[in-house]
Nanobody, 125 residues
């Protein structure tokens, strides 16, 4: 089970951190990712990382502004979002994949087995 939290309203240029807590058989999870879906748009990849550490992959639109991290217990991942723009407004979903596929495949939503309920991030003045 995945529980996302931390969404809210932030002004353009501001920062926000959202989190995703995993419960259950977390040791079976290999990759955790963040996706987002803006109103009227398709879901898009944001970032993903191996639960055990190592490579983190980012979408080009957020690279340099967003940072994905995990806690030492490897059961919670965070997404630190800086220099937020109105176009970052979306419902952000965390996802977990059981299979350790190459990082080049992490942007594909179909590889994830579990999804959280989403948390709304609104960037507006």
């Amino acid at each position: 089970q995945l529980q996302a939290s931390g969404g809210g309203l932030v002004q353009p240029g501001g920062s926000l951190r959202i989190s995703c807590a995993a419960s259950g058989r977390t040791s079976d999870v290999c990759v955790m990712g963040w996706f987002r879906q803006a109103p009227g748009k398709e879901r898009e990849f944001v970032a993903a990382t191996r639960r055990s550490g190592g490579t983190t992959s980012y979408a080009g639109s957020v690279k340099g502004r967003f940072t994905m991290s995990r806690d030492n217990a490897r059961t919670t991942v965070h997404l630190q979002m800086n220099y937020l723009k109105p176009e970052d407004t979306a419902v952000y979903y965390c996802a977990a994949a059981l299979l350790c596929r190459p990082s080049g495949m992490w942007s594909g939503g179909e590889m994830y087995d579990y999804w959280g309920q989403g948390t709304l991030v609104t960037v507006s003045s």
